[in-house]
C-alpha cells in the first residue's frame, strides 16, 4: 500500500514508499538535500520496517532533534503499526 508522510524539522517535507507486509519500496522524498535524498531510497529497498529502524533511526541533521533518515524510520513504523489495525 502507498503511504505519504509529512515530515517535521527536516529539508524534505513529503516521503513517499509502498509497504508490502513490513517491507519497504519506493521511497521518494519531496525537498531537502538531493544527493542524499537519492542515495537513501537506494540504500533502504527491499528492507524492512525493522532494518531500516536499526540503519538509520535517531540519526540527527546538525542541532536538529532528527533527519530525513529519521523521519523514514519514523514513517514506515507508522505506517507499518496502522497497517496492522486495518
Same mark, same amino acid.
Given at each position: 500500500?502507498?503511504?505519504?508522510?509529512?515530515?517535521?524539522?527536516?529539508?524534505?517535507? *513529503?516521503?513517499?514508499?509502498?509497504?508490502?507486509?513490513? &517491507?519497504?519500496?519506493?521511497? =521518494?522524498? @519531496? !525537498? #531537502?538535500?538531493?544527493?542524499?535524498?537519492?542515495? *537513501?531510497?537506494?540504500?533502504?529497498?527491499?528492507?524492512? &520496517?525493522?532494518?531500516?529502524? =536499526?540503519? @538509520? !533511526? #535517531?540519526?540527527?541533521?546538525?542541532?536538529?532533534?532528527?533527519?530525513?533518515?529519521?523521519?523514514?524510520?519514523?514513517?514506515?513504523?507508522?505506517?507499518?503499526?496502522?497497517?496492522?489495525?486495518?
Amino acid at each position: 500500500m502507498e503511504y505519504t508522510y509529512r515530515t517535521e524539522n527536516t529539508c524534505s517535507s *513529503i516521503i513517499t514508499f509502498t509497504l508490502n507486509g513490513n &517491507v519497504v519500496t519506493n521511497v =521518494k522524498f @519531496v !525537498g #531537502g538535500c538531493p544527493g542524499n535524498l537519492q542515495a *537513501i531510497p537506494k540504500l533502504v529497498e527491499g528492507m524492512t &520496517v525493522e532494518e531500516i529502524e =536499526k540503519k @538509520v !533511526g #535517531g540519526i540527527r541533521c546538525g542541532t536538529k532533534g532528527t533527519s530525513c533518515a529519521d523521519q523514514l524510520a519514523r514513517a514506515v513504523r507508522k505506517a507499518y503499526e496502522e497497517s496492522k489495525r486495518r
